[in-house]
C-alpha cells in the first residue's frame, strides 16, 4: 500500500513517498535517527521528493554510461544529466528527464540494519535535499556560548570531529551535532542544521568500533537546530604531544569543504548552487588548520583551543 508522508528537515519540507509496507517500515526506523520530523502542516509539496519502493526489482541501469566508485562503497553511472547508483543491486536514481523524485528502488527486503540500505537512504535523501538547496557536509557544529556564533568542526571520519565534539558539549557549548551537517544559503548568511541525532565515539575497548548515544541524554548543554557559522576547523590527527593551529586563507577552505563534500562535483544538476554555497561559507567564515596532538584529549585543553580560534572569527 503506498504512504505519503511529509518531513521538515532543516526548515524544508520533504514529500516521501512508499509503494509497499516494508519501505515504509524501512523509512520510519531509519529517519527515526535523523531530524526528520513529520509535518502535518497544509500547504507542503504535492511532489514527492524520493520514491522507495522494495516490490519491484531494481531499477534497469542504461548501458554505455560512465561509471565511477564513490566513497562508502557503490558505482555511481551517469550521462552527465541522469544519475545511477548501484548499491549491492540496489538503485538510486536521480535527475532522469520528466522525473523530479529521486527512486529508490531496493533488491528486495532487506533487513533495516544492513549497511547498504543506510546507504541507499542516505544517497537519496541527500540528493533529494540537493535539489531543495539543502546541502550536506561532514562536520561536526556547536555554538560558541560567548557569542552565539556558529563553529564548524569539519573533516573525515577519523579526523576527531566527535572528540572534540563530546569536549564542548561536555563543556557547556549548546551542540548541533557530531558528523553531518547541511548547509543553505539564508539572505546574507549560509546556516547550518544537524541532520544525525546521535552522537558516535570510539569505545573504550576498540580501536575502531564506535558507541552511539543520544547527546540530548548526556549533556546539560542545549541542543541548537540551527546556527550561522564563523568559525571553522580542519582537524588533523598527528600524534604529537602538542596541537598546532594556523589560518587558512578563503581559497584553501574552500579547496577542504569541496573534499568533504564530493557531490558538489558528482551531482551535476546541482552542482552549481552547491558550489557557491560553500564558496560562500568559506568566505563567512575564518577558517583553521588543526594539527590536533594528544594534548587536545584533554578537555580543557580542547576547548580553549577552540575558544580562542572563535574569539579570532
Known amino acids: 500500500m503506498a504512504q505519503r508522508t511529509l518531513y521538515r528537515v532543516a526548515g524544508e519540507s520533504l514529500l516521501v513517498e512508499t509503494e509497499d509496507a516494508w519501505a515504509s ?181 576498540s580501536d575502531t568500533e564506535k558507541r552511539m548515544f543520544l547527546p540530548h541524554e548526556v549533556f546539560e548543554a542545549s541542543f541548537q537546530d540551527r546556527c550561522v557559522p564563523a568559525t571553522l576547523l580542519f582537524p588533523t590527527l598527528t600524534g604529537a604531544d602538542r596541537s598546532e593551529v594556523s589560518p587558512l586563507a578563503a581559497g584553501d577552505a574552500m579547496a577542504r569543504l569541496i573534499r568533504m563534500s564530493p557531490w558538489c562535483c558528482y551531482d551535476r544538476t546541482t552542482a552549481p548552487d552547491h558550489l557557491a554555497v560553500l564558496s560562500a561559507l568559506a568566505k563567512q567564515a575564518t577558517s583553521y588548520a588543526v594539527r590536533a596532538g594528544r594534548d587536545l584529549l584533554d578537555r580543557d585543553a580542547a576547548v580553549n583551543l577552540i575558544a580562542a580560534c572563535a574569539r579570532e572569527s
Not at 511532489?47 to 541501469?61: D, K
Not at 572534540?164 to 548568511?189: N, Q
Open 25 to 205: 517500515a524501512a523509512i520510519d526506523a531509519l529517519f527515526a535517527g535523523w531530524y526528520l520530523t513529520p509535518d502535518d502542516a497544509p500547504g507542503g509539496p504535492s511532489v514527492p521528493g524520493i520514491v522507495m519502493s522494495s516490490a519491484i526489482g531494481p531499477a534497469p541501469i542504461p548501458g554505455g554510461l560512465d561509471g565511477f566508485q564513490i566513497a562508502g562503497g557503490g558505482t555511481c553511472y551517469t550521462d552527465g544529466q541522469a544519475s545511477y547508483i548501484d548499491i549491492e543491486g540496489s538503485v538510486v536514481s536521480m535527475g532522469k528527464p520528466g522525473n523530479g523524485a529521486i527512486e529508490v528502488r531496493m533488491d528486495g527486503p532487506v533487513p533495516f540494519e544492513t549497511p547498504a540500505l543506510t546507504r541507499v537512504v542516505t544517497y537519496a535523501l541527500s540528493a533529494a535535499l540537493r535539489r531543495r538547496r539543502r546541502f550536506e557536509l561532514h562536520s561536526a557544529a556547536a555554538v560558541d556560548p560567548g557569542t552565539g556564533k556558529g563553529v564548524l568542526i569539519v573533516g573525515p571520519s577519523g579526523s576527531g570531529k566527535s572528540t572534540l565534539s563530546v569536549h564542548l558539549a561536555s563543556a557547556g557549548w549548546p551542540f548541533l551535532t557530531d558528523d553531518v551537517l547541511l548547509l543553505s544559503k539564508e539572505s546574507a548568511d549560509v546556516a547550518a542544521w544537524p541532520l544525525r541525532r546521535c552522537f558516535a565515539v570510539i569505545s573504550a575497548t
